[in-house]
């Protein structure tokens, strides 16, 4: 089994993974460790009740019917991951946290978002979540048999250090509790800008640059904005620091976002 190691001068010490593996001819004490690893990486280290744990699924993994990728989707797919991911959340909260619990790692664009926030759409929740865990990336990751963790906050040959930046602000600051509702990286992602490490202590460091840009976001209103307006289909143009503020008001009007493009200068 494997252990958390520590990154104290980074402050990730609570949160750098290392591989938990269901190996074969494991003890119980083995498989729980197991579950726990799982519940803990997919459901963002909420505490859950005892009546909150999947128990037929627990069962099927000790008796061997699923593996660890069928007990990571079971959990996924379950009534308490959207009760406390999906219900209440934006379409970009909830991918973005689909990548941090799924494929332990941040987003890397916003045409890797757009590309969720259309099978979401087109699919549905089942299908989006299926999307993490029968990808190739998965699959090379963690196979059949180990956990998902927190593998972005490790140098990696071939992924870039924003990488890294992005889901260290998934992992620190307000962005550290996922039942925080508002999606953390929005704005760097659609402006294709570098995402700050922003320090443990109290105070708000910049690190952006570039913030002169403006978007022009394409969305298909609510229902109940469709009863007043001739078409549904609407585009405004916002600020880089408009830009959260417009989508989570777009979501909550029951609006679905078809796309965030910069605005030539």
């Known amino acids: 089994m494997g252990n958390l190691t520590a990154s ?39 505490h ?58 941040a987003p890397r664009d916003q045409a890797e978002i757009r590309e969720h926030v259309t099978l979401y759409n087109e699919q549905g929740y089942a299908a989006e979540i299926n999307s993490y865990l029968d990808s190739n990336e998965y699959i090379d990751n963690f196979g059949e048999a180990t956990v998902p963790y927190h593998r972005s906050i490790r140098s990696q040959a071939g ?18 509790s996922d039942r925080n509702k508002g999606a953390q990286l929005i704005s760097s992602l659609a402006a294709n800008i570098a995402t700050p490490i ?12 570039n913030l002169g840009k403006s978007f022009k976001i394409a969305f298909s209103s609510g229902a ?7 078409f549904s289909k609407q585009t405004i143009v916002v600020t880089y620091a408009q830009m959260s ?19 030539a200068s």
Do not use: C, W
């Not at 001068?9 to 197991?34: I, K």
């Not at 922003?198 to 640059?209: E, I």
């Not at 503020?245 to 605005?263: D, R």
């Open 8 to 46: 104290a001068s980074l402050g990730l010490d609570a949160f750098e993974g290392a591989p938990v593996e269901l190996r074969s001819f494991a003890s119980e004490e083995d498989l729980q460790e197991v579950i726990r690893a799982a519940y803990r990486q997919v459901l963002g280290n909420v």
């Open 198 to 209: 922003k320090p443990l202590a109290k105070g708000n460091a910049s690190g952006y640059s």
């Open 48 to 105: 859950i009740l005892d009546n909150d744990r999947l128990a037929s699924a627990e069962a099927m993994l000790r008796n061997g019917d699923i593996t660890v990728r069928g007990f990571v989707r079971a959990v996924a797919q379950s009534a308490l991951y959207s009760s406390l991911f999906f219900d209440g959340n934006s379409q970009y909260r909830f991918i973005e946290l689909n990548f941090k619990h799924l494929l332990g790692r």
């Open 224 to 230: 109940a904005a469709s009863r007043l307006k001739r």
């Open 245 to 263: 503020q417009a989508v989570q008001n777009i979501h909550t009007s029951g609006g679905k976002i078809s796309s965030i493009t910069e605005l």
């Open 159 to 176: 992924v870039k250090n924003e990488g890294f930046n992005r889901m260290f602000s998934l992992l620190r600051g307000s962005a550290t």
